[in-house]
Nanobody
């Protein structure tokens, strides 16, 4: 079983950049497909980005494509780099891990979740 710990969330201005980190413990993250999701107040949790084991396949939601990048910095860290942030990016961001290799947009595909980190984009 793996434990996930997100960090990096903070208040940032519109157009700014931010990097979120997800650090795994218990087991290496290199054997899990990884994803980032977010949940804004009053809204459902939504998919943001995903990456497979071998780092050769990624997937992004249309709302973040071209602005966000998911990557693995090392075997226990997955990073979400966010550029040109918009007020609608304000949410709690969650890191998630799944056993299967395919990157997935479905939250139900992920077995393990972190506690989340708050990102607030101010205009």
């Amino acid at each position: 079983q793996v434990q996930l710990d997100e960090s990096g969330g903070r208040l940032v201005q519109v157009g700014g950049s931010l990097s979120l980190s997800c650090v795994g413990s218990g087991r290496t993250l290199s054997t899990y497909g990884m994803g980032w999701f977010r949940q804004a107040p009053g809204k459902d949790r939504e998919f943001v980005a995903a990456i497979n084991w071998s780092n050769d396949r990624t997937r992004y939601s249309d709302s973040v494509k071209g602005r966000f990048t998911i990557s693995r910095d090392d075997k226990n860290t997955v990073v979400l780099r966010m550029n040109n942030l918009k007020p609608e990016d304000t949410a709690v961001y969650y890191c998630a891990a799944k056993f299967l290799n395919q990157p997935s947009e479905a939250a139900s595909a992920y077995e393990f979740w972190g506690q989340g980190t708050q990102v607030t984009v101010s205009s």
